[in-house]
């Protein structure tokens, strides 16, 4: 199976703000340049509803998003869905009684949809500094590969940041580290290839 396809290397930049809406819709969705832009009525539909509706409604156009900034909202807040969404996880702000501290909790059908739960009223600088070991207690293999990924781009001093946050992202897409590096290496072997018999010389006849 290909992953690396067009739709999975750009990830796009989605952008929330609360405002009027269309009376029959909760959530208004358009593209502005590079990005997207998320207008929600906050009547119709709690943030974390209009961030899932919004992610889903992209996903469905082949579309992924690497980015969730919030816009007009309590700084706490925008800063940890800017963290989870890099992560590819949604945020939901919960009162449930099942849920007692930061969670990330998969899926059990599709280890790539994952949730954070908060719980309504705890400390949001906190939540966002357990997040990193939530993830990894939620998605240990992914979470270790992520971390050499980053290691990767220390060591190669920022040359490759680009190539390698692409990687990070598939990744965390496909649940298929081992899968990514051997497309990747394919790909850069045919590369690789195709160079140099374009730069061979040609043989006389």
Not at 54 to 70: F, H
Not at 90 to 95: H, K, L, R, W, Y
Not at 119 to 134: H, Q, T, Y
């Amino acid at each position: 199976m290909t992953i690396l396809t067009c739709e999975r290397l750009l990830g796009v930049s989605l952008h929330l703000r609360q405002g009027d809406v269309l009376p029959t819709k909760a959530i208004v969705l358009r593209r502005d340049g590079e990005r997207f832009i998320a207008t929600y009525d906050p009547e119709r539909a709690s943030l974390d509803t209009a961030a899932v509706l919004a992610r889903v409604l992209l996903s469905s156009e082949g579309v992924t998003v690497s980015e969730v900034i919030l816009e007009g909202h309590d700084p706490g807040l925008t800063a940890l869905y800017r963290a989870a969404s890099k992560l590819l996880l949604d945020v939901e702000i919960t009162s449930g009684p099942r849920i007692t501290k930061p969670k990330v909790r998969v899926l059990s059908h599709d280890p790539t949809r994952a949730t954070y739960f908060v719980p309504e009223g705890w400390d949001l600088s906190d939540a966002l500094d357990r997040l990193p070991a939530a993830f990894a207690s939620a998605r240990p293999e992914v979470a270790r590969n992520l971390k050499r990924i980053e290691q990767a781009k220390k060591d190669s001093g920022g040359k490759i940041d680009h190539a390698l946050d692409v990687v990070a992202m598939l990744v965390l897409e496909t649940d298929d580290p081992d899968g990514v590096y051997d497309e990747v290496l394919h790909l850069l072997h045919q590369v690789h290839t195709e160079r140099t018999t374009a730069a061979a010389p040609a043989t006389a006849a």
